[in-house]
C-alpha cells in the first residue's frame, strides 16, 4: 500500500535527534535558538522567528501580538482546518468565516473586503495546499494580515516566499508538512515588538512578576530534527515539483489540478484533483490499486458547517468539496511509486 502521507525522515535526521538526546540537553535550548535563527534567515534576511509546540501554539500566539480580544473580529476562510478556528476561539474574538477562489481554494479578497467591519482587526490568510493567496490585494486592505504558511513553506508570490508579507505568519511542522519536526510550530516576523511580545509569553518560568504566560516551547530534540530538515527543504520541494510534473501528463479529459496564476511558485504540498467523479467511488478505485488517497476537506469539515452557518454564503467551498481528491505526493516516494500512482490517475479519470 503507497499511502497518502509519510513523513521524509532521514538517516542524518534521525542522527541529529539521537545526537542531541545524548547530550542530555533535551528541552528548551541551544537548538530551538539555531533553529529559530536559521529559519528566519530561510524566510529573509531582516525577520525573527520564534519556535513552538504547534502551529495552532503558533496562530494563537500571532493573534495575541495583533492584541486580538474579545470583541474583535477576525477573517478567515471556512475551507481551512479547525486549528484555525481553535486558535481564534481562544482569544474570545469573534470568527467571522468567508469563501474561496474556485480556481485555486484560497480565500477570496472579494468576500473579505465585503465581510469587513470596523471591528475587523486581523485577517488569516492561508496559503492553502502550497499555492500562494493573492496576498497583494489583501494588503490594500488595511487590515493587520497573519499569513499561514503551515502548507507553504518556501512557496514564492513573485520573487518573495510567503511568510513575509504580512504583519506576523505561522508555520507548522506536523508530521505530514512540508518539513516536520514530529509536532511543532513557529512564528516569524519582520517586527521585532511581535517577536518580543511573544518571547514574554513563552518564556514563562523564573519571571520577576506574573501575568498569563504559555508553556508553547519547542523541545531542543524536535528542534534539532528541525534543522536537518530545514536544510533539506529546497530538494524536498524539487522531488515534490518533479513528481507534480510526472502527474500532471496523466491528468487529461475530465480531471483538472489548482490553476496557478504567473508569478506564483506552487511546493505542492497536496497533489488535488478536481473532477465530476464522485470522491468517495475514486477512493475505492485507488484502494484497488493499493495507493491511498483522500478527499482532502470533507464537507462536513467546512468551518461553517460546523457553526451552522448558511451554506449558501459559501458557494465555491461547499462546490469543491465534493469534487476533490489528493493523492500522495511527498519526497520519499520512489520512482517505481510515482508511475504507479501516474498510471491510476490514467485509468481512474480516463
Not at 482569544?91 to 477562489?101: K, Q, Y
Not at 479529459?253 to 470522491?279: Q, T
Not at 468551518?303 to 505526493?329: G, M
Request: aromatic share 10%; net charge neutral.
Amino acid at each position: 500500500m503507497i499511502p497518502h502521507n509519510k513523513p521524509t525522515i532521514e538517516k542524518d535526521d534521525i542522527k541529529a535527534v539521537t545526537d542531541t538526546l545524548s547530550s542530555r540537553w533535551v528541552t528548551p535550548g541551544k537548538r530551538v535558538r539555531e533553529f529559530e535563527s536559521e529559519l528566519a534567515k530561510y524566510l529573509s534576511n531582516d525577520g525573527y522567528a520564534v519556535a513552538v509546540e504547534s502551529g495552532t501554539s503558533a496562530l494563537h500566539l500571532a493573534l495575541l501580538s495583533l492584541g486580538i480580544k474579545k470583541g474583535d473580529e477576525v477573517i478567515l476562510p471556512t475551507y481551512v482546518c479547525t486549528a484555525v478556528l481553535n486558535a481564534v476561539n481562544y482569544t474570545d474574538a469573534t470568527p467571522m468565516l468567508v469563501d474561496i477562489n474556485p480556481h485555486d481554494f484560497n480565500i477570496s479578497n472579494k468576500c473579505a473586503a465585503k465581510k469587513m467591519t470596523a471591528k475587523t482587526k486581523a485577517i488569516v490568510i492561508p496559503h492553502i495546499y502550497g499555492v500562494p493567496a493573492e496576498i497583494d490585494k489583501f494588503l490594500e486592505l488595511g487590515v493587520p494580515i497573519i499569513e499561514d504558511c503551515a502548507q507553504s513553506l518556501g512557496a514564492r508570490f513573485g520573487i518573495q516566499k510567503v511568510g513575509t508579507f504580512g504583519d506576523i505568519s505561522i508555520c507548522s511542522f506536523y508530521a505530514s508538512k512540508l518539513l516536520t519536526t514530529a509536532k511543532g510550530g513557529a512564528i516569524y516576523s519582520k517586527n521585532r515588538e511581535h517577536i518580543d511580545f511573544i518571547h514574554d509569553l513563552v518564556d514563562y518560568d523564573y519571571r520577576p512578576t506574573y501575568k498569563q504566560r504559555y508553556n508553547y516551547r519547542m523541545s531542543d530534540f524536535q528542534a534539532a530534527l528541525g534543522l536537518s530538515q530545514l536544510k533539506k527543504l529546497d530538494h524536498f520541494i524539487r522531488r515534490r515539483k518533479e513528481i507534480a510534473e510526472e502527474y500532471n501528463q496523466a491528468v487529461k479529459g475530465n480531471a483538472l489540478v489548482l490553476k496557478i496564476s504567473d508569478g506564483k511558485e506552487n511546493v505542492w504540498y497536496r497533489y488535488v484533483i478536481i473532477s465530476d467523479k464522485n470522491p468517495e467511488r475514486i477512493q475505492k478505485e485507488f484502494l484497488k490499486e493499493a495507493i491511498e488517497v483522500i478527499n482532502p476537506l470533507q464537507n462536513w469539515e467546512l468551518l461553517h458547517n460546523y457553526l451552522h452557518l448558511n451554506k449558501n454564503d459559501f458557494p465555491n467551498a461547499e462546490n469543491i468539496t465534493r469534487k476533490t481528491i489528493s493523492v500522495p505526493i511527498y519526497p520519499s516516494l520512489t520512482n517505481g511509486e510515482v508511475e504507479k500512482v501516474e498510471k491510476a490517475i490514467c485509468s481512474i479519470y480516463s
